[in-house]
């Protein structure tokens, strides 16, 4: 088993989340491993504490210099050091609550032989105190999951997953420039099984000034063009046998940024995504795609309300 902590600037948070990882109870042999990508303020000093204290369990990883592309070249890095079967990740400003959160996941791999990801339910903590608390994950979603799945409404907080280290060692090349790291993880873990989900919050994921999420860009639009270029980075990269799953989820995507373009009165950019949407899945118009031509028929009458 091995734990993969990777964290940049995290000195408020990191005590909390080693705290949360030292506390876990674990029967066999496990490992932590913490890679800090040169941060400039005391996380390394807080970090290097830890080791100390904790010699035969937290090793560190510390690059010379910042590698950047959100901590994935890192990330990497870390994924080939590891010598555990099983992996789980962490980042810095977030948190383990259950002290058995790695038994647990550990064991329900080791009970699912198809099982390549399992993940867990997390407390949503919004630190400025603007949004109450609340879960992740709802807790009627399905027990198990697939790639049609990822790419729908499922939510994955980044603390949450264990991976068969099988299913993502080595990572591949492509991986340093993607947008965002945790959901080709998940795509990746995919190919190689199905996605098991426990319903407990077993972790709190931090929202706050330091932390990167997928809401951190602003405008409704320009969220829904980085949902759409993450979907458009998933094409001739895996089995030829999905590029049509693929195609699916863009043109979804486009359908979403058309509409958010519309709603901001940008006519000709929602012309334009909804074009792009209907050609991504091909020329053949499904009935349950009819809502993209009312769309297209309504662009141009003013902004939506």
Not at 126 to 147: N, V
Not at 279 to 297: F, Q, T
Request: hydrophobic letters at 40%; charged letters at 30%; glycine letters at 8%.
């Amino acid at each position: 088993m091995s734990v993969l902590l990777t964290t940049y600037q995290h000195e408020r948070f990191i005590a909390d989340a080693l705290e949360g990882v030292v506390a876990q109870r674990l029967d066999g042999p496990w490992e932590v491993i913490v890679g800090d990508d040169a941060s400039t303020d005391r996380n390394r000093e807080i970090i290097r504490d830890y080791a100390r204290r904790y010699p035969d369990l937290i090793h560190t990883h510390f690059p010379e210099r910042n590698l950047g592309h959100g901590g994935r070249p890192i990330f990497a890095q870390m994924v080939e050091r590891a010598r555990g079967d099983h992996l789980a990740v962490l980042d810095g400003d977030d948190y383990w609550t259950d002290p058995r959160k790695l038994a647990r996941q550990s064991a329900y791999l080791d009970a699912h032989p198809g099982c390549a990801m399992c993940f867990h339910d997390v407390v949503i903590h919004w630190e400025d105190g603007s949004a109450p608390d609340s879960r992740s994950t709802r807790r009627w979603e399905p027990r198990r999951f697939g790639l049609r799945h990822l790419l729908g409404s499922v939510n994955i907080a980044a603390c949450s997953p264990m991976f068969r280290r099988t299913a993502l060692a080595p990572l591949p090349e492509w991986y340093r420039d993607v947008i965002w790291g945790d959901w080709q993880l998940y795509v990746l873990a995919a190919q190689h099984g199905w996605i098991g989900y426990l319903p407990d919050a077993m972790a709190v994921y931090r929202v706050n000034d330091g932390g990167v999420t997928w809401a951190d860009d602003g405008s409704v639009v320009e969220r829904a063009r980085r949902v759409v270029r993450f979907h458009g980075e998933l094409a001739g990269r895996f089995d030829a046998r999905l590029d049509r799953v693929f195609a699916r989820s863009r043109s979804k995507a486009l359908f979403e940024l058309a509409a958010a373009q519309a709603a901001a009165g940008d006519d000709g950019g929602a012309r334009d995504s909804l074009a792009r949407s209907l050609r991504a899945y091909g020329p053949r118009l499904r009935p349950r795609d009819a809502r993209r031509l009312l769309l297209r028929r309504s662009i141009g009458r003013g902004p939506h309300r």
